[in-house]
């Protein structure tokens, strides 16, 4: 890791420029961190930077954090965010990060609406690519969702936030309980050990029902109810669907039931 020596901090406001860079706006908050656009005073470039405040952490979280980092530096995948540099002080962290110019697919698709069948596929497969190339390195992601999926210049996906991610081996199940609910698999809903692939495959039947609906499959307004919707595996298909996506629908998400006809409710930020 390299030590942030010029990190500037004004009076109240936070820094304002972490290393080379210059910082402009926020992009978002996450558990325990804010990322901030930048750019790079000499090269121009756009960056995100993720600062986290360390002396905001107890010793369980701050090894998830370094667990996140770890885990980045292993990763380069076109349609995985790329960690370009680390920065640290003695109560700051500074994770350096490609920035998605087109943010986060959930706020795209409540915008624009859903996605055509055509598209969904086109995006759909460049999470593939990206959750097999990670699972090929024994890292699980565990909190695959819309708001995760960010869109670069081009609309293409890059998976962020790996603050859930693990390493994991064949046969040996994991036990924590992660995730966003209404992604999660009905093995987590039900407090069992998982394998994590399975997890991430699960998650990501969710994600392409999102991308061609625009709507979740299994909702609720209390975390019981959607935990009994995700447990009977049932969800409606929409009559815009086509026979070929319903199938593969599914094949990803239900496990005893069919999924059941009717128009899909629309997608709440949560
Ligand atoms: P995170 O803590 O990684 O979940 O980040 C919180 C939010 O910041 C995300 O949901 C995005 O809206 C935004 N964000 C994080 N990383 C980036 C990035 N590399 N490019 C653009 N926006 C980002």
Redesign the pocket.
Known sequence: MVMADSVQKPLLRGPVRVGFYDIERT?????F?V?K?ARHRITKTEV?I?IIDKTQLDAVNLEKIYREVQIMKMLDHPHI?KLYQVMETKNMLYLV?????N??IFDYLAKHGRLSELEARRKFWQILSAVDYCHNRNIVHRDLKA??L?LDGHMNI?I??F?FANFFQPGEPLATWCGSPPYAAPEVFEGQQYEGPQLDIWSMGVVLYVLVCGALPFDGPTLPVLRQRVLEGRFRIPYFMTEDCAVSQAGRLSQNSPAVNGSASSLAAD
């Open positions: 992009l978002g908050k996450g558990n961190a990322v656009l995100a993720k965010i990060t490609e920035y998605a110019k943010g986060e708001e995760n960010l890059k962020a936030d603050g």
